[in-house]
């Protein structure tokens, strides 16, 4: 069974200073989905970003951005120029390609963007 | 912001009630799921479903049931709650796809049912 695992359980960044969360994950598969999703306090989980085992470029989506390491099946996610509303729990997240998109989560991250 | 809707935001009962969690969507999705975060914890599928009477239980036990009559409307229901059900429950749907790059696996979710069972 695929796992993953975030090593960070809270995290801190200065606004405007750039903070990188880790993940990693254990699957058998070689075609897959690896995801970003922030849950802010009381809010709607929501897709951050996402990435396809298959495509080598890392994916980014303005001021955020990963470094997938296939073969170290790492996943980090950066977040640069840290504002207040980026403080949430992020989960890294798996998915099996083709299959019924059951996501995999990670325990979270807590980000705290200091003012 | 997706469109859609948990009803309640917020349960506080006795042990023993049952009760309904709605979920509700807009987007047309077929296949919705429901997870279960306790706090400070990830997120665990407990049930999912493809489409209209179509239904499957998830990686982690549940007691709770749930019904797909209509595409747009997912509950769960507990027949008899306990102190162990309380917890957040998550609704979620995405769309079918088909083909590689089609399965985006992109989740939109509600903003949760936070239970509470005395």
């Known amino acids: 069974a695929q796992t993953v695992t975030q090593s960070q359980p809270e995290m801190s960044v200065q606004e405007a200073e750039t903070v990188t969360l880790s993940c990693t994950y254990d699957?058998?598969?070689?075609?897959?989905?690896l995801f970003w999703y922030k849950q802010p306090p009381s809010r709607q989980m929501i897709l951050v970003i996402r990435?396809?085992?298959?495509?080598?470029q890392n994916a980014t989506e303005n001021r955020f951005s990963v470094n997938f390491q296939k073969a170290a099946k790492s996943f980090s996610l950066k977040i640069s120029d840290s504002q207040l509303g980026d403080a949430a729990m992020y989960f890294c997240?798996?998915?099996?390609?083709?299959?019924?998109?059951?996501?995999?989560f990670g325990k979270g991250t807590k980000l705290t963007v200091n003012p | 912001e997706a469109d859609i809707y948990q009803t309640p935001r917020y349960l506080v009962i006795g042990t023993g009630k049952k009760i309904t969690l709605e979920c509700s969507q807009t987007?047309?999705?077929?296949?919705m799921y429901w997870y279960q975060q306790d706090p400070g914890m990830e997120l665990h599928l407990i049930h999912y479903?493809?489409?209209?009477?179509?239904?499957e239980k998830g990686d982690l036990s549940s007691e709770s049931t749930v019904s797909r009559i209509r595409t747009e409307h997912f509950p769960l229901t507990l027949e008899s709650a306990r102190p162990s059900h309380t917890s957040q429950y998550l609704c979620?749907?995405?769309?079918?796809?088909?083909?590689?790059?089609?399965?985006?696996?992109?989740?939109?979710f509600g903003e949760g049912s936070r239970l509470t069972v005395l």
């Open positions: 987007m047309g999705h077929d296949k």
């Open positions: 699957t058998s598969e070689s075609d897959y989905y």
């Open positions: 990435q396809e085992a298959y495509k080598q």
């Open positions: 997240a798996y998915s099996s390609q083709g299959g019924s998109e059951k996501l995999v």
């Open positions: 479903s493809y489409g209209v009477n179509s239904t």
């Open positions: 979620a749907s995405s769309e079918l796809g088909r083909g590689r790059g089609s399965n985006t696996g992109e989740l939109f």
